[in-house]
């Protein structure tokens, strides 16, 4: 059996769980997150707990149990307490504006990147140099995070660059004369 998809997922009293077919919806005070799982993988309600169990165990079934179980378990702790991402960015002039949808980063490039942000995603500058990205979808945040950072990634030799924060950037020397 799977460690993580034979762990049953606790429903919090202020969440509710509808499954209809192989949509589960989750809601709860912070919004409603909806999610498709594959058709073979049995979900259902018991007490107040979401168990999964698969239908045999084939190397296919094995691989979607814990996957699924992970789903419905992140969908219900987004809707609860929701997922955040904190960025820093680094280097001389380089900054971050937020105007209403559109995070406007000036990265030193030869002109200002600007990025639509995507509905349930809310974005905080705390200063110019540090961007904390939120919302209820673990992936949706995931991803806005992955796409700031992809437009300037750290460099090895002087560390300028968009990182995550507390992440550790190894740094290279620099050519040497010989």
């Known amino acids: 059996m799977s460690r993580v998809g034979k762990k049953p997922v606790p429903i919090p009293g202020e969440v509710s769980v509808k499954i209809e077919g192989s949509r589960i919806t989750v809601t709860g005070p912070?919004?409603?997150l909806s999610q498709a799982t594959h058709p073979s993988m049995r979900v259902e309600l018991e007490g107040g707990e979401v168990v999964v169990s698969r239908p045999s165990d084939?190397?296919?079934?094995?691989?979607?149990?814990?996957?699924?179980?992970?789903?419905?378990?992140?969908?219900?702790?987004?809707?609860?307490?929701?997922?955040?991402?904190?960025?820093?960015?680094?280097?001389?002039?380089?900054?971050?504006?937020?105007?209403?949808?559109?995070?406007?980063?000036?990265?030193?490039?030869?002109?200002?990147?600007?990025?639509?942000?995507?509905?349930?995603?809310?974005?905080?500058?705390?200063?110019?140099?540090?961007?904390?990205?939120?919302g209820i979808d673990k992936?949706?945040?995931g991803l806005v995070a992955a796409k700031i950072r992809?437009?300037?990634?750290?460099?090895?030799?002087?560390?300028?660059?968009?990182?995550?924060?507390g992440e550790m950037v190894r740094k290279k020397a620099g050519k040497t004369a010989t």
């Open 139 to 141: 992936q949706l945040v």
């Open 30 to 32: 912070k919004g409603e």
């Open 150 to 165: 992809s437009f300037r990634p750290p460099e090895p030799y002087k560390g300028k660059g968009i990182r995550y924060e």
């Open 58 to 134: 084939i190397k296919f079934h094995k691989s979607l149990h814990g996957l699924t179980r992970s789903l419905i378990a992140n969908m219900v702790i987004g809707v609860t307490t929701g997922y955040e991402k904190s960025l820093e960015i680094q280097g001389i002039g380089y900054k971050a504006v937020l105007a209403g949808k559109k995070l406007n980063l000036s990265l030193g490039l030869s002109h200002p990147v600007l990025l639509s942000l995507p509905d349930g995603i809310e974005v905080k500058l705390d200063g110019p140099n540090k961007i904390k990205v939120s």
